[in-house]
């Protein structure tokens, strides 16, 4: 906890030019493509280069599509840009137990499927299903990524915004 109360002093200093907050107004999955249309919207006015707002959209709908179908509402987003980083945070008020590892979690879990999809994806029946990816995408596409667990749940990425950083 201690981490993300770090954090999130750190990034309340920051011009409300390099933050963006808002709150889903119900949990329908409907509100997953509101708020990729919205984080993009953002990012984009923010110029961040395309690789990053692609990755970065994807990882708000990952972890709002999460918060969704797993949380309470309501539903919290933020976007924090700085210091060559973009901080993305989803929070919701249900309380999910958590397992952690070392100091930043590893959110792979037991999700250990090969993200070359190519090799994996024919020989278990279960990688076909519609759910169960989401926070290895999460943890594929960003620098560093963790969990605050307590009354809300809190994920978040971290994803580099030089354009350099991304093959």
Same mark, same amino acid.
């Given at each position: &906890?201690?981490?993300? @109360?770090?954090?999130?002093?750190?990034?309340?200093?920051?011009p409300?030019?390099?933050?963006?907050? #808002?709150?889903?107004?119900?949990t329908?999955?409907?509100?997953?493509?509101?708020?990729?249309?919205? @984080? @993009?919207?953002?990012? /984009?006015? #923010?110029?961040?280069?395309?690789?990053?707002?692609?990755?970065?959209?994807?990882?708000?709908?990952?972890?709002? *599509?999460?918060?969704?179908?797993?949380?309470?509402?309501?539903?919290?987003?933020?976007?924090?840009?700085?210091?060559?980083?973009?901080?993305?945070?989803?929070?919701?008020? %249900?309380?999910?137990?958590?397992?952690?590892? %070392?100091? !930043?979690?590893?959110?792979?879990?037991d999700?250990? &499927?090969?993200?070359?999809?190519?090799?994996?994806? %024919?020989? !278990?029946p279960?990688?076909?299903?519609?759910?169960?990816?989401?926070?290895?995408?999460?943890?594929?596409?960003?620098?560093?990524?963790?969990? /605050?667990?307590?009354?809300?749940? *809190?994920? #978040?990425?971290?994803?580099?915004?030089?354009?350099?950083?991304?093959?």
């Open positions: &906890m201690e981490i993300l @109360a770090a954090q999130a002093t750190a990034l309340s200093l920051l409300t030019a390099d933050r963006h907050v #808002w709150s889903l107004p119900d329908d999955l409907a509100q997953a493509a509101h708020t990729r249309r919205k @984080a @993009a919207g953002v990012l /984009e006015r #923010w110029r961040l280069p395309r690789a990053t707002v692609d990755d970065a959209v994807l990882v708000v709908c990952e972890l709002v *599509t999460n918060a969704i179908r797993h949380g309470r509402s309501p539903v919290h987003i933020a976007l924090h840009r700085g210091q060559g980083a973009l901080t993305i945070s989803v929070s919701d008020q %249900g309380h999910v137990p958590f397992p952690t590892k %070392g100091p !930043d979690l590893d959110l792979d879990l999700l250990d &499927m090969d993200l070359d999809l190519g090799v994996e994806l %024919g020989a !278990d279960d990688h076909l299903g519609e759910c169960g990816r989401g926070l290895s995408i999460v943890a594929a596409l960003s620098q560093a990524h963790g969990y /605050e667990g307590g009354d809300s749940t *809190t994920f #978040w990425a971290r994803l580099h915004t030089h354009p350099t950083d991304h093959a």
